[in-house]
């Protein structure tokens, strides 16, 4: 029986492996959004509380910047992912399961992704807070607008503003990271690829068109942020 060519298994038909690929890829866009969204709000409050905390608040934001950006992420995944499965295993034994139970990979995913790209994005966030100019804000405040007005017109916009080519960084950070979610079984794109390689014994095959699936990820990232930032700059005069 003739080996199917490298079209052939890329494709939809009987002897392809497309569809596998695909919903590896849907599932790789799915565990990085949700990862990112997270992360942006661990980055929100780790900003604000670096900015306007306390010092005990400060300390704890900055421990959790160092940590979290020191540790790898592959150890973060195995933390979260068989650390609460060890609880939820020892909680089922205590009401009689047996077994060992296993934490939803999906939900873990999201978590460690959440967390590590949080202590990016506070970095991120408080960088582009400081570059907003002083007097845009007493201006607000000179004007009786209310804090929550001030932070909705005009320092959240701004904000965004410079951080969204950090943010675009962060973005592709979680897009490569999902991929080492496949050692938790999670059936992202790097897992489709696992499987069908080990099925066809045609490794290269299969990871050659992985990489090209996270290229075409990453690329079409590139220009949805690269859209937003021409669009937050409008009437910004620039350098020449």
């Given at each position: ?132 100019h ?34 675009g ?25 696992q ?46």
């Amino acid at each position: 029986m003739n080996q199917p060519g490298f079209f052939e298994l890329m494709g939809f038909g009987p002897a392809g492996w497309g569809a596998l690929l695909l919903s590896g890829a849907t599932l790789t866009l799915a565990v990085a959004m949700c990862g990112l969204l997270f992360g942006a709000v661990l980055g929100t409050f780790g900003a604000w509380a670096k900015i306007a905390g306390g010092q005990t608040v400060r300390g704890l934001a900055n421990a959790y910047t160092t940590i979290l950006r020191g540790v790898p992420d592959l150890l973060i995944i195995y933390l979260i992912y068989f650390g609460s499965s060890s609880v939820l295993t020892s909680i089922g034994h205590l009401y009689g399961a047996s077994g060992f139970i296993g934490f939803p990979g999906f939900l873990a995913g999201t978590i460690a992704i959440g967390v590590t790209s949080g202590a990016q994005n506070t970095e991120v966030f408080r960088g582009a807070f400081q570059t907003v100019h002083k007097g845009e804000i007493e201006a607000a405040r000179a004007c009786g607008m209310s804090r929550l007005l001030r932070f909705r017109r005009i320092i959240a916009p701004l904000t965004l503003r410079h951080a969204l080519p950090g943010m675009g960084n962060v973005w592709l950070g979680a897009l490569k990271e999902s991929s080492l979610l496949s050692v938790t079984g999670l059936a992202e794109l790097m897992r489709q690829a696992q499987v069908a390689s080990g099925s066809t014994r045609l490794p290269f095959d299969f990871y050659l068109a992985a990489a090209a699936l996270y290229f075409l990820l990453c690329t079409m990232s590139g220009l949805v942020v690269q859209s937003a930032e021409r669009r937050y700059s409008r009437g910004v005069r620039r350098e020449v």
